[in-house]
């Protein structure tokens, strides 16, 4: 049994506790007032009796012989079954709301309805040191996405994604719990357990649900590198050689290494080195036009020609078919320029 359905089950089963609880209670209330009276009560003045001493209200007696020692007992007992009755329903009912079970059912059914109608979003498998750094730049940048990550990594999740309705709990290797992320209408897989053998299993599933899908994995060992291209990755990136790249960089070319932690990591508005294909009908258009919607927000910086690159083209060339802009940009002026160039809301 799923946990959704254990969770219905449970609702179910205390939902029916009370009422049948409570019909109890009113059948015998009903009973032993029509009862006591000796059939002078009707069976409306019982059940009227017994509703207003079950929710305590105490409007009027109307029962014949309610003066009675024997009713007045009765009446007793009564009031004690409705408070024991409304006892059990809060405590129910606190249960429920304090349960981290129903809890996560709830986030996840918030979850799921928001994300009902993504597509192009991303998916972040894994809850380590390196999804963080993932999740800060797609934050950064103004990208959707989606934490996946065990429970036993719950207060990392939180921290990645603060919004309840952007992460989810569970395997990133397991089948539903990606279908529950969207992964087959996502633009993107990002591998980022800290073990490799997680990643590779990721990598597979993933593939297997969106062969579209651009995957991204990391390589705790260099190692591994051929077996997660295999497993369906289109990029590798080892943590160890990247940390390495930086180290002789921040040796050699510190300035360079400064001005881009100030571009990445700075104030508002960040800046970042993006890439754009723009619609086939805006072939032929000078380049200097086609960067125009982004208000002098966006500096060309390169184009690529399939494997081929031009650096800094001039604004008079013309563009051509299946060509990629590299632009330095902001994220609100490449949304403008997506909006003009690629046709996206």
């Not at 992320?181 to 993933?206: H, K, M, Q, S």
Request: charged share 20%.
């Amino acid at each position: 049994m799923t946990p959704a359905a254990e969770m219905r089950r449970q609702i179910r089963r205390r939902a029916l506790a009370i009422a049948s609880i409570l019909a109890g209670v009113l059948l015998y209330g009903t009973l032993g007032y029509r009862a006591l009276s000796g059939g002078a009560a009707s069976w409306l003045d019982s059940l009227y009796m017994t509703v207003i001493t079950v929710t305590t209200i105490g409007f009027g007696e109307v029962a014949a012989g309610s003066e009675a020692p024997g009713v007045r007992l009765f009446t007793i007992s009564v009031a004690f079954l409705g408070v024991s009755l409304f006892a059990y329903a809060i405590s129910s009912i606190t249960f429920f709301a304090t349960d981290e079970g129903l809890r996560a059912y709830w986030r996840k059914r918030r979850m799921e309805q928001r994300i009902r109608d993504w597509s192009g979003h991303y998916v972040i498998g894994g809850g380590g040191a390196i999804a963080a750094q993932i999740a800060g730049e797609l934050r950064a940048t103004a990208r959707r996405f989606i934490v996946v990550a065990p429970p036993r990594e719950e207060a990392t999740i939180r921290a990645l994604a603060p919004e309840d309705d952007i992460r989810v709990e569970g395997d990133p290797t397991d089948e539903d719990i990606l279908r529950a992320a969207g992964i087959e209408r996502a633009a993107g897989f990002f591998a980022a357990a800290e073990e490799d053998p997680l990643n590779i299993v990721a990598c597979l599933t993933v593939r297997q649900l969106n062969p579209g899908a651009r995957i991204v994995a990391a390589a705790a060992d260099p190692r591994n590198a051929a077996k997660l291209r295999k497993a369906g990755a289109d990029a590798v990136v080892s943590a160890g050689a990247i940390g390495a790249l930086r180290m002789a960089s921040e040796m050699v070319r510190p300035a360079v290494v400064s001005f881009l932690d100030t571009m990445l990591r700075g104030a508002e508005p960040a800046l970042r080195i993006e890439e754009l294909t723009p619609d086939a009908q805006h072939v032929g258009v000078p380049l200097g036009r086609l960067t125009a919607p982004a208000e002098n927000g966006a500096l060309l910086v390169a184009l690529r020609q399939g494997s081929d690159w031009v650096f800094n083209p001039p604004a008079d060339r013309a563009y051509a078919a299946g060509e990629t802009l590299i632009l330095m940009t902001s994220p609100a002026a490449l949304a403008k320029l997506r909006r003009a160039l690629c046709g996206e809301s």
